[in-house]
């Protein structure tokens, strides 16, 4: 998959290739491609990645503790009706 940047400096686009896991893995910037490290946009991609990945399992953890949360109230009403 690939995702198109716009160039905050200037009008150009680059074009950040995403692998399978979701990873930001090169991009057709100056700083990938001349300099061969992670550039910026590769770094904002991942954090960005990052951030959601943490969402996602702060939102289950929740969901969980919900579910827990309403077991509970549950046992507790049927121990209070002697069931
Ligand atoms: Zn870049």
């Known amino acids: 998959m690939t995702k198109v940047i716009s160039s905050q400096t200037s009008n150009k686009k680059y074009f950040l290739s995403i692998n399978e896991q979701g990873q930001a893995e090169s991009c057709t910037c100056g700083d ?3 300099r061969h490290r992670a550039c910026k946009h590769q770094k ?3 954090a960005e990645v990052a951030r959601a ?4 399992s702060l939102k289950s953890k929740i969901a969980q503790a919900e579910r827990d949360a309403r077991a509970a109230a549950r046992i ?7 069931l």
């Not at 507790?76 to 002697?82: F, I, Q, V, Y």
């Open 44 to 46: 904002a991609f991942n």
């Open 53 to 56: 990945a943490a969402f996602l």
């Open 76 to 82: 507790s009403w049927e121990l209070s009706m002697g």
């Open 32 to 34: 990938c491609q001349y």
